[in-house]
């Protein structure tokens, strides 16, 4: 596990800094780019003096090579955001794989295991949106969302497919990301976004968790209910009739002869009730064939904008993180493999409000604080 994880560090450093297998050779004295290859691979051994050497050329530290509690050259991440500088996304995954990869290291050690098997859609990079609408709507049968899917949704993730979902502080502009690892799944999201919006990135990124073999999700994208290329067409359909099924929005009558008011007051206490946004629902008519496309577009965006509230009703954020993510430390911390200073650094906040965080999600914890 070392030398394998020693070697995808040597390669993240590698790529990140743009620098070839011969560079890397050539920087730690070795025979050539084979030697570089067998090493990124886990192949061959790294000796202390090379790593010393390799931490001194790559400009890192030595623990950035050893420290399970990255990703550095294991994640694969997609990120969703609105404007965000690229130096910022970048600081933003990596404190998204710190949060991960200590996840992943302590619920091994502390005997949880990672799931056997994986679920799928069964979709392709030649999917229709039409298909990626027939899997949204079978997800939330197979599933039993019930009449409001958005309520249900995360906690199906987490209980029926293993999928780690973490509400977490983003920072302005980021929306959400998926991370694809070997032997996890998660999906985080800004927990400072309304729940409408919240609801909407969560089945987004499901898509792209349940798809990831077949078309790979771009590392970053520009965060949008319509639009983008092929792959986010598909997710975004998927999304919208997970959270808004035929059935379920049918139980809203007929969208026929609607008068231009009359049709912004339903859409958006259809929305709400639904726990989306008004622009979604909009959209999920247009492809239901009840609204035609063009009187959607001549909806004020204005009338729509926080389903015609004037401000979030929402009140406060959820909780940091999950349930299940938070009691892995607190078990971790029980069993003596985290010091509670090391648990608080972990989920980025003070040790005096490690006790808050546990109790937000209903997990007792029995380690003094």
Not at 169 to 183: D, H, Q, S, V, Y
Request: glycine share 8%; hydrophobic share 40%; proline share 5%.
């Amino acid at each position: 596990m070392t030398e394998n994880l020693i070697g995808r560090r040597i390669k993240a450093l590698r790529q990140d800094r743009g620098l070839s297998q011969d560079d890397v050779a050539r920087m730690l004295g070795l025979n050539d780019r084979q030697v570089t290859s067998m090493i990124e691979t886990g192949a061959r051994r790294v000796s202390a003096q090379e790593l010393v050497l390799a931490a001194d050329q790559l400009g890192a530290p030595l623990d950035y090579f050893t420290d399970s509690f990255r990703l550095d050259g294991e994640g694969q991440f997609s990120l969703r955001h609105t404007g965000v500088p690229a130096d910022r996304l970048k600081e933003y995954e990596c404190r998204a794989g710190g949060w991960i990869g200590a996840y992943r290291t302590l619920a091994e050690q502390t005997g949880r295991k990672a799931p056997t098997v994986r679920p799928s859609l069964g979709l392709t990079q030649w999917s229709r949106p039409k298909d990626a609408i027939n899997a949204g709507e079978r997800f939330a049968a197979e599933f039993e969302l019930g009449d409001v899917p958005a309520r249900r949704l995360g906690q199906v993730m987490e209980d029926a497919l293993s999928i780690l979902v973490l509400m977490v502080e983003a920072g302005e502009g980021i929306f959400g990301a998926a991370c694809r690892l070997p032997e996890l799944d998660a999906v985080l999201i800004a927990r400072r976004e309304t729940a409408r919006r919240r609801h909407f990135e969560l089945a987004h990124e499901l898509f792209h968790i349940l798809t990831w073999e077949p078309m790979p999700p771009r590392h970053v994208e520009e965060a949008a209910e319509t639009g983008g290329d092929h792959v986010e067409q598909l997710a975004n359909s998927f999304a919208a009739a997970l959270l808004m099924p035929s059935d379920t929005v049918a139980r809203f009558g007929s969208w026929a002869g609607l008068d231009a008011d009359g049709l912004v007051a339903r859409l958006n206490e259809a929305a709400s009730a639904l726990g989306v946004t008004s622009s979604a629902l909009r959209w999920r008519l247009v492809a239901l064939g009840e609204l035609p496309v063009g009187m959607a577009r001549d909806i004020p965006e204005s009338s729509l904008r926080n389903n015609g509230e004037p401000v979030s009703t929402e009140a406060t954020p959820p909780a940091l993180f999950s349930k299940p993510f938070v009691e892995v430390p607190e078990t971790s911390m029980c069993q003596g493999l985290v010091s509670t200073r090391r648990a608080a650094k972990l989920v980025e906040v003070s040790v005096d409000e490690l006790p808050e965080l546990f109790a937000a999600h209903g997990v007792e914890h029995e380690v003094e604080l």
